[in-house]
């Protein structure tokens, strides 16, 4: 199994952690976003993966090579073949929930300030693309914040590791970046402290990453 990510991609972060989690190996290959216009938009990369975006994971199967990218998508592949420990409630409408809170970073935020937006805010029509972030990032984690108040134990459904955190942590750490003051988020903060309490997560992240710089 080979993973394709970015050190900073909060997306392929989310993978890592998943991975971790599951206690599943693989090979790691960094694919640059910045760097001669990004590597991403390479032939190469963009024969295996047409929407030039990471994460990407290949495995082998049946002696062929099959790729999957998107990174809910890697992780209910990832759920489904690797079934311990459960990364989804029991629960019907838990299970939903997780998803939910999911699909607030994955559909209503990360899209919003990823760097090809960011670029085209900034370079092609003259707009301030770090207010623009700010405003959705926070709509997003306040919407998360009123939904999780809900389910949230431990973790932000229950006391068990979901989706959710997988989501919510890389998110945090982008918003960070972003200069979101985070203290009027005070359970999404401590959701946060409680899963980088966990190896899977402290290994899984973006300064321990073979690409990340030897500055960080």
Not at 15 to 38: N, Q, T
Not at 53 to 71: K, N
Not at 129 to 153: H, P
Not at 190 to 208: M, N, T
Request: overall charge negative; proline content about 4%; aromatic content about 8%.
């Amino acid at each position: 199994m080979r993973l394709y990510g970015y050190w900073r991609s909060s997306s392929s972060w989310r993978v890592r952690a998943a991975l971790a989690l599951k206690g599943v190996s693989y090979d790691y290959v960094g694919v640059h976003l910045i760097e001669d216009g990004g590597e991403q938009h390479s032939e190469v990369y963009r024969a295996q993966n047409p929407m030039e975006q990471v994460p990407m994971l290949e495995v082998e199967r049946a002696g062929r090579t099959l790729r999957l990218a998107q990174s809910m998508a890697i992780l209910e592949f990832i759920e489904e073949s690797y079934r311990e420990p459960a990364l989804l409630p029991s629960d019907l409408l838990l299970r939903g929930r997780a998803r939910q809170l999911a699909e607030i970073v994955n559909s209503g935020i990360q899209p919003l300030q990823n760097l090809s937006v960011i670029n085209m805010l900034r370079d092609d029509l003259g707009v301030d693309a770090k207010s623009w972030c700010q405003q959705w990032i926070v709509r997003g984690l306040s919407a998360y914040e009123a939904l999780a108040a809900e389910t949230a134990g431990t973790y932000s459904v229950g006391d068990r590791v979901s989706f959710a955190d997988l989501c919510l942590v890389p998110q945090l750490y982008n918003a960070r970046r972003f200069d979101i003051d985070l203290n009027e988020f005070a359970l999404l903060t401590r959701i946060e402290a409680a899963c980088l309490q966990l190896d899977a997560f402290v290994g899984s992240h973006p300064d321990k990453q073979p690409d990340a710089p030897k500055t960080q």
